[in-house]
């Protein structure tokens, strides 16, 4: 029996078991949609109108698996293997590439990758890996048609800003450019907030704008060779602020208070509460 799209039965799907057979369907779908039978707005979609959803779809599966909800995660993955697809089906009805070709291109470079599993090399830790892989990518680099000549290339600069900074740590550190104990980075650090201070007090706003960059990136340093990840840290600091700035709202509205009208020193008792509830 073969799934029908002209009259399709739900049930059936369930009980497909191959992925194979399943991401088949998903093509036939996507075509469809894409099709003078499908919808309009996928139809007038293109891989440009298409940038923003990618990049939410990638946010809201981090978020998925940082609520550790797994049929969220499940869903969410959904969602963005159909931002690929879609993608694939654009790129095919323009002749520039198929989705075969989107699959072997990461196959290829899986195997290229990976030579400790799939051929005779062999390393012995995680670190090795990393620095045979940046030697693989400057090979790759130099047969792209692309212009990629740096160990930088490749790194998106859509990505969140401390993400971005970590990434371009990381990179460098493959190729032995980086302090050697965090004690080092936490100095780098006092260092960067004095130079600030000082651009303040001078009221160079310019010069406040680099050093306050200086002062995040060498905090960005700190956090990576404590092995924390600065970029989630920020985030759970907003979630954490928000709900207590939540918890302050309903109190002063418990208390019979406009919370807007509320003095500084009474907000700051609200926040101490908050706190505790939390």
């Known amino acids: 029996m073969k799934f029908d799209l002209d009259s399709p039965d739900l049930e059936f ?5 191959e992925p194979e ?3 088949v369907i998903l093509l036939e779908t996507m075509k469809r949609l894409r099709s003078e039978k499908g919808c309009q707005w996928d139809r007038e979609q293109d891989h440009s109108s298409l940038k923003k959803s990618l990049i939410e779809e990638a946010y809201e599966t981090v978020e998925s698996i940082d609520s550790g909800d797994e049929n969220e995660l499940k869903e969410e993955l959904g969602d963005l293997l159909l931002q690929v697809v879609f993608h694939g089906q654009i790129a095919e009805e323009d002749d520039s590439f198929t989705h075969s070709d989107i699959i072997k291109a990461i196959i290829k470079k899986l195997f290229r990758r990976h030579p400790h599993v799939f051929s005779d090399s062999s390393v012995v830790s995680s670190k090795e890996i990393l620095e045979n892989w940046e030697d693989i990518k400057r090979e790759e680099r130099k047969n792209s048609k692309k212009e990629r000549d740096s160990i930088f290339s490749g790194i998106p600069r859509s990505l969140p800003s401390l993400h971005y900074a970590y990434e371009i740590q990381n990179r460098a550190s493959r190729l032995g ?3 050697k104990k ?3 980075v936490y100095k780098k650090i006092t260092e960067e907030m004095a130079e600030l201070k000082k651009e303040v007090e001078k009221g160079r706003k310019e010069a406040v704008n680099r050093e306050l960059g200086d002062l995040l990136f060498s905090i960005v340093n700190y956090g990576r060779h404590l092995g924390v990840d600065t970029e989630k840290s920020m985030k759970g600091t907003s979630r954490r602020f928000i709900e207590r700035f939540k918890i302050m709202e309903e109190l002063a509205n418990q208390e019979g208070k406009d919370f807007k009208k509320t003095t500084l020193e009474e907000k700051d008792k609200l926040w101490e509460k908050a706190k ?3």
């Open 13 to 17: 799907l369930d009980t497909i078991k």
């Open 21 to 23: 057979k399943l991401f």
């Open 177 to 179: 450019f980086d302090w």
């Open 182 to 184: 965090a004690e080092d």
């Open 276 to 278: 505790k509830k939390l």
